[in-house]
T-cell receptor
């Protein structure tokens, strides 16, 4: 069974710091990786997708992928209290199913 | 990205009854999905709603319990049948392959329906 693992947290960081969220996955052939942000009581919102090894930056967010280690991470620079949310990692299985497997999410708290 | 709406946004239902949740998208999309998210848990895929044919259900979910319709490329319904308290959850529709994007595997979620079964 394909698995996506995340530390449930909460991860607590001070405002202005870098928040580092990590995710590991079991399917070595996975090709597509996503980070969703979910505020309490709201639905998930796609914030980053990454498909090749290395870093991908978008504003304050950087996704990092290491397929050899089966590891994907999300860095949030200059964290703000508004970044406080649950961050879901999603990994698409090999074979082109177009349906990702979601992790349970990491709760991030950014305190002033 | 497409604008996705769901109705109802929330409901409280009695055991043994059924509820139909609607998902409407403001543009044609290739793929539509239905998920369930229980408190403190991640997203669990119920089924892929296929336009013009029967939905594709994931392990543990059956058509008799969760019938799905998809009459066109912008609309789908999920019915939760013969409900029990264990069906209390948030139900989410999501879409992919929208707007001419070739990135079919990026999914975008509707606002969700919060269901409580007494």
């Amino acid at each position: 069974q394909k698995e996506v693992e995340q530390n449930s947290g909460p991860l607590s960081v001070p405002e202005g710091a870098i928040a580092s969220l990590n995710c590991t996955y079991s399917d070595r052939g996975s090709q597509s990786f996503f980070w969703y942000r979910q505020y309490s009581g709201k639905s998930p919102e796609l914030i980053m997708s990454i498909y090749s090894n290395g870093d991908k930056e978008d504003g304050r967010f950087t996704a990092q992928l290491n397929k050899a280690s089966q590891y994907v991470s999300l860095l949030i620079r200059d964290s703000q209290p508004s970044d406080s949310a649950t961050y879901l990692c999603a990994v698409e299985e090999s074979g082109g199913s177009y349906i990702p497997t979601f992790g349970r999410g990491t709760s991030l708290i950014v305190h002033p | 990205s497409a604008v996705i709406s769901q109705k109802p946004s929330r409901d409280i239902c009695q055991r043994g009854t059924s509820l139909t949740i609607q998902c409407q998208v403001d543009s044609q999309v290739t793929m539509m999905f239905w998920y369930r998210q229980q408190p403190g848990q991640s997203l669990t895929l119920i089924a892929t709603a296929n336009q013009g044919s029967e939905a594709t259900y994931e392990s543990g979910f059956v058509i008799d319990k969760f019938p799905i319709s998809r009459p066109n490329l912008t609309f789908s319904t999920l019915t939760v049948s013969n409900m029990s308290p264990e069906d209390s959850s948030i139900y989410l529709c999501s879409v992919g392959g929208q707007g001419g994007s070739a990135i079919y595997n990026e999914q975008f979620f509707g606002p969700g329906t919060r269901l409580t079964v007494l």
